[in-house]
């Protein structure tokens, strides 16, 4: 069974940056897409990013320009830089991992924007 492990959230006040990291373990983790979802309260999880595993990315239009989805094979680790933050992207991150059939999620990384 994968596992995927995420860190790196906290508060960070509007217009502001942060970058959250996912490390995958009992994967072949150059194999497979990983993504990035958020989940607000009382709101449903949606994507935010997604990197395939040849590198190509795709973003959501509320972040495109703002964040940066990023993944290094070498350390198994998917990022997610995030800048211009603002309060509307408060949320729980979501890592998520999926190849053919096999899919796996992190516990989630809680992100405060707030003054």
């Known amino acids: 069974q994968g596992q995927l492990v995420e860190s790196g959230g906290g508060l960070v006040q509007p217009g502001g940056s942060l970058r959250v990291s996912c490390a995958a373990s009992r994967i072949r983790f150059s194999n497979y897409a990983m993504g990035w979802y958020r989940q607000a309260p009382g709101k449903q999880r949606e994507l935010v990013a997604d990197?395939?595993?040849?590198?190509?990315?795709n973003y959501a239009d509320p972040v495109k320009g703002r964040f940066t989805i990023s993944r290094d094979n070498a350390k198994n680790t998917v990022y997610l830089q995030m800048s211009s933050l603002k309060p509307e992207d408060t949320a729980v991150y979501y890592c998520?991992?999926?190849?053919?059939?096999?899919?796996?999620w992190g516990q989630g990384t809680q992100v405060t924007v707030s003054s």
């Open positions: 990197i395939t595993s040849g590198g190509t990315t």
């Open positions: 998520k991992a999926k190849f053919v059939q096999f899919e796996y």
